[in-house]
């Protein structure tokens, strides 16, 4: 699995980027009459890229009528708790463009984890409707990456607890002890397309680390993001990528 690395000078060109590639891939389904099956990012790199989706050029252009919006993960708090992904996205892109209620996916944050993870992991498989037995293949999965190599909530030396049909897990973030529901790494293996989208210094380590495939990495859950029969893409901005020459 060869990744592609797309690297943009700003974060703002970065979010436009993706924009137009999502304006391709969600037209190109809307085309033939399927949904776009997407799962949005939490954490706050992708704030920038959703207020670009916002933008009244890309309202018009992308079929958000056939755009269909779930989440890799969310943090066990009420849904409009500060610290919750779908919060941060309903104030940046689903409310500016007016999404219909029933293209949206979220976690319930609100409810009791263990019985929220095989709800949504029920909620995928009734809107994906994957052969009984596959795992649910989402069109495009956008990840955040922790500097500490996590993505979604798949933390390094977490086991999280998956419910049974494999899809959907409680996991714990190592520093806060806060509960979070996230996808599978097999759900986020079985994608058409993966992409990260990481932006800032702070972040060049670990993006070097996994993409020169240094030792380190192997305990990062992010280096295991290979989707078998899809892409994967890095969306960096010049900062996330600046030690990708040194190492
Ligand atoms: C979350 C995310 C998480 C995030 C990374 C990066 O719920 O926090 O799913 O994986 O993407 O921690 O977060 P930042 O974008 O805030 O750096």
């Known amino acids: 699995m060869i990744a592609e690395i797309k690297i943009h000078p700003q ?7 993706l924009a137009l590639e999502l304006q391709k891939a969600s037209k190109q389904a809307c085309d033939t009459g399927r949904t776009f099956n997407l799962v949005l990012a939490g ?19 992308i079929p958000w009528k056939c755009v269909h919006f ?13 610290d919750s ?27 009791d984890p263990q019985v929220e993870a095989a709800r949504y992991a029920e909620e995928i498989k009734n809107n994906l409707k994957p052969q009984s037995s596959q795992l649910p293949r989402f069109d495009w999965i956008l990840l955040g990456l922790g ?7 798949l933390f390094p030396g977490g086991e999280p607890i998956v419910e049974p049909s494999g899809c959907c897990a409680v996991a ?7 509960k979070r529901i996230t996808l599978t790494s097999r759900v986020l293996n079985s994608a058409k397309r993966v992409s990260f989208i990481v932006t800032g210094k702070s972040k060049a380590q670990v993006v070097a680390e996994i993409l020169n495939e240094l030792p ?16 994967l893409e890095w ?10 020459k040194k190492t």
């Open 70 to 82: 779930f989440w890799g993960d969310e943090r066990c708090v009420p849904p409009d708790h500060a």
């Open 11 to 17: 974060p703002e060109a970065l979010a436009e980027a």
């Open 147 to 153: 500097a500490d190599g996590h993505t979604a909530s």
């Open 235 to 244: 969306f960096l901005d010049a900062d996330a990528a600046e030690q990708l």
């Open 216 to 231: 380190e990495s192997q305990n990062y859950p992010a280096a295991h993001v290979h989707p078998e029969q899809g892409t």
């Open 172 to 178: 714990i973030q190592p520093q806060s002890g806060q």
């Open 85 to 111: 992904n779908y919060h941060m996205a309903r104030e940046t892109l689903l409310d500016p463009l007016a999404i219909s209620a029933e293209n949206i996916h979220r976690i319930r944050g609100e409810n």
């Open 43 to 61: 954490g706050s790199t992708p704030r920038a890229v959703y207020q670009v989706l916002a933008r009244p050029a890309f309202e018009k252009s």
